[in-house]
DNA sequence: TAGATTGTTAATCGATTAACAATC
DNA sequence: TAGATTGTTAATCGATTAACAATC
């Protein structure tokens, strides 16, 4: 157990935490060499990330020492690291299921192919949509998933289908060969062991905003209990 | 400071994770309840919202005693008092800015009304949208957003327009009186104290799912690391 | 009463933060 | 050398979990 972290290979335990952060810093890194600095200090790149120094410091040492003290971080450098540390110095291939509204949205992103991915497909259980495009991404026939996630080793699915189907969806996924799932419907999804589901909830999301508007409407009220 | 906890009343401080999973279980609830059960043990509804037993019931414990020991918790009396601590008893008007793909997606999503909120207006910057509707939902140049938001009493807004435009339009609707904000670009917002952001974030959601799925094929290299 | 299941305790674990020594 | 800024330490805080007494 607990990598013998030899040289600069990347394989030493990172907090999730921190793992969760790391696109942030990329993005901001992004945003600076745009602007073409060179170099920047942890403060510049923490409030560029939104989150404070301390923190950022904390979670760049675990990816080891590419900082200089007394001058800051190399913005290409430490941008060449995060990306190697994530894995997405090449790209990942990702099917997308369900070419509704959300899907369609999904596939027309641009900012997923800058940023590591590679849309192969949209796939939909319609067959009238095959052979279409959206944004340059052909739709399938959703029956033509194995062949596809196959031939272009997909490793990472979009679920953006209905509640009710998501599960099935997810079988036929996993089945594939697919090991990382982003789910979009408002499902618990089960997976085996070894495969990740991470989910995007959106009505959740609403209502954890609503839970805090509650009370600060109440605030008005009681004492004064603003700017936290 | 902290609440002197009367009676029932719904002003406990609850923790910030807690608040995160009560959307969680009013959904496993409402499923439960679909399946016309009266009843459900914490092993149950843990099941169904995806969480072990020992974190729900500890999580409950924070609103309240409002299950019977030996018997488990009564579906429709909990659903009513986790919707009450979250605030969802009556409906929040919500606004929708950016009526591209992702604006439209959102609209189209019918879970939104079923859960606590109510899409009043989609806003978008391209007065010739005007006047159209996507799934009911009325489409209004955002020159009308301020008006829309103080004769609705709308207090929350969601962001579905491209990064760039994504700070002024947060700008705007803060000025105009909504104080929590949904953000879909892939764009740090500074908002006043007061004003609370959650953020979706596409890209990042899919770099952590590579993040994990890097590690994996290293797995079948070396040593059997699989079953997490 | 016996069986079941909650609500709570206490231990553990992981994340955050401030402070500062190391060092450019 | 003096000033700046990193990387690390240690303290604090919050979240998770297992175990079990309370109680239906």
């Known amino acids: 157990m607990s990598g013998l972290d030899g040289s600069g290979s990347p394989l030493r335990e990172i907090p999730e935490a921190t793992v969760a952060r790391l696109p942030m810093y990329l993005r901001a890194l992004n945003a600076l060499a745009d602007g073409s600095r060179l170099v920047c200090s942890s403060d510049e790149l923490a409030a560029a990330a939104g989150v404070n120094a301390a923190k950022l410091r904390k979670d760049l ?20 690291h995060i990306a190697r540390e994530i894995g997405i110095t090449q790209d990942w291939s990702v099917v ?10 999904l596939a027309g992103f641009s900012g997923f192919t800058s940023r590591g991915f590679e849309i192969v497909a949209l796939l939909d259980a319609d067959p009238a949509l095959a ?5 340059g991404v052909p739709i399938h026939d959703f029956a033509d998933m194995p062949a596809i996630v196959a031939e272009r080793r997909v490793t990472i699915g ?14 036929d996924l996993v089945a594939a060969g697919v090991t990382s799932i982003l789910n979009f419907a408002p499902a618990v999804l089960s997976v085996p062991a070894g ?20 009370r600060k409407g109440a605030a008005s009220d009681a004492g004064t209990e603003a700017t936290a």
Chains 1, 2 share one sequence.
């Open 61 to 80: 040492s675990y990816l080891g020492s590419y900082g200089t003290r007394g001058v800051g971080y190399d913005v290409e450098l430490l941008r060449f």
């Open 131 to 135: 052979g279409q495009q959206i944004a």
């Open 158 to 171: 979009v679920i953006a289908v209905p509640a009710a189907a998501a599960q099935q969806v997810t079988d």
């Open 195 to 214: 495969v990740d589901v991470r989910k995007v909830d959106l009505s959740s999301e609403l209502q954890i905003l609503a839970y805090h508007e509650s």
């Open 96 to 105: 997308i299921v369900g070419a509704g509204h959300l899907g369609q949205a």
